[in-house]
């Protein structure tokens, strides 16, 4: 499975951004998705994951209500919704695909992921 996150860039504070995740390989709709992010000098931290339907999602207690998690899997895609986002939001996002199947509240250690794709930057300046 081949993970392009996209997406990223310079924003605002308070502003938003809409992450993408696009996969090939290896059939999609199949796969438990994630986010994490990691900022300067600081470890990678779960964001949010979706299970291979979309009907469920988990996210990390210091993001819920800023974010959502939703996924199109006729497009091969995971998306990342982020609003009112404040300067310590600034870090490389990533996206990570799994092949477990089972409570997406188990998915927010990174260990559970097969699959990363190479990051996006999301700056948000004050």
């Known amino acids: 499975v081949q993970l392009q996150a996209s997406g990223g860039g310079l924003v605002q504070a308070g502003g938003s951004l809409r992450l993408s995740c696009a996969a090939s390989?290896?059939?999609?709709?199949?796969?438990?998705v994630g986010w994490f992010r990691q900022a300067p000098g600081k470890e990678r931290e779960f964001v949010a994951a979706?299970?291979?339907?979309?009907?469920?999602?988990y996210y990390v207690d210091s993001l819920k209500g800023r974010v959502t998690i939703s996924r199109d899997n006729a497009k091969n895609t995971v998306y990342l919704q982020m609003n009112s986002l404040k300067p310590e939001d600034t870090a490389v996002y990533y996206c990570?695909?799994?092949?477990?199947?089972?409570?997406?509240?188990?998915?927010?250690?990174?260990?559970?992921?097969?699959?990363w794709g190479q990051g996006t930057l999301v700056t948000v300046s004050s």
């Open positions: 990570a695909a799994a092949v477990y199947r089972g409570l997406v509240q188990a998915m927010g250690s990174a260990t559970r992921y097969d699959y």
């Open positions: 390989g290896r059939t999609f709709s199949s796969l438990t």
């Open positions: 979706v299970n291979w339907g979309g009907s469920s999602t």
